[in-house]
């Protein structure tokens, strides 16, 4: 069985690249320096789903098929995981405007999908999400270290532009959590979907660590090490306190003013709304 996470960025993805993957019994785990093959793989995966360049697909199946290959023969034979933040969304892109939307990623790894052998089982998909208004700071914050010019006017403008403009479906689709999980449930269906709110891993580890163990069909495998000793690990290295975060560029930081972040919850609030009756979020809508 092959499992994609795909992001999204700043949702808890390295707690889980580094203390959740890798101790998946059954599962071979590749990441982007975990070694040549994975960070070929995830490149050239990456490189396909922003520009649909049928080369970086033809790489990306020609050593997955491998890796798959060798996964079947070993004795016990075991499943993938692939995993990489930026398979959904770049740092860069969103800023610009230049996002490939959920539904475009969702058909081009359908294309990867329907080109796996056919003892394969059907390709499962895992998503992070967090609160927008949080997400959104943080991930702004974190960019930084690529946008010389990023400051609190410009993040307050960009904020206000979100919420007064409606949602822009080019640059904001990823935050309409909903909306990705009506794209990726339709393509691959809604049981092998699961969304992770990192809200849930910080406030209810021990259910959402259960339910990704069972959707990955793995004993649940909470121990000390992944509980209260990754506790400060998992807390944002850029947080420097309620709604600020310390920016990568220069040691300055970014604040979400309670106006902007009142604003941002109550503009995502309806996608939120029809998501939360399908799955729990772990936060307040």
């Not at 071979?28 to 995966?45: K, N, Q």
């Not at 990726?184 to 891993?201: D, I, Q, T």
């Not at 990704?212 to 947080?239: A, C, D, H, M």
């Not at 930081?253 to 941002?264: D, R, T």
């Amino acid at each position: 069985m092959l499992v994609l996470h795909i992001g999204l960025p700043k949702t808890a993805t390295t707690y889980l690249q580094t203390w959740i993957f890798p101790r998946l019994p059954g599962y071979d785990f590749f990441r982007i320096r975990s070694g040549p093959v994975g960070t070929e793989m995830i490149r050239s995966l990456k490189r396909f789903v922003h520009s649909g360049n049928t080369d970086f697909q033809e790489n990306f199946l020609f050593h997955l098929l491998q890796v798959l290959n060798e996964a079947e023969n070993a004795s016990p034979k075991k499943n993938v995981l692939i995993s990489n933040e930026n398979i959904s969304l770049g740092r860069g892109p969103i800023w610009r405007g230049t996002p490939v939307n959920p539904e475009e990623i969702g058909e081009k790894l359908a294309v990867i999908a329907n080109q796996l052998p056919s003892t394969q089982p059907p390709m499962k998909i895992i998503i992070g999400i967090r609160r927008q208004d949080q997400w959104l700071a943080s991930r702004y914050a974190e960019s930084s270290i690529a946008f010389p010019d990023f400051c609190q006017a410009d993040f307050d403008l960009r904020m206000k532009k979100i919420v007064m403009g409606g949602m822009n479906r080019n640059e904001f689709a990823w935050l309409d959590f909903d909306l990705v999980h009506k794209t990726f449930s339709g393509v691959f269906g809604s049981n092998n979907l699961l969304m992770v709110p990192m809200e849930r891993l910080a406030d209810d580890q021990t259910a959402m660590l259960g339910e990704i163990t069972n959707f990955l069909g793995v004993p649940y495998l909470l121990g000390e090490e992944t509980g209260r000793e990754t506790q400060s690990k998992r807390t944002n290295q850029l947080s420097i306190g309620e709604n600020q975060w310390r920016m990568r560029k220069d040691g300055s930081c970014v604040a979400l003013p309670p106006f902007l972040e009142s604003a941002l919850r109550k503009h995502f609030a309806d996608s939120n709304r029809r998501l939360s009756e399908k799955i729990p979020l772990g936060f307040e809508i």
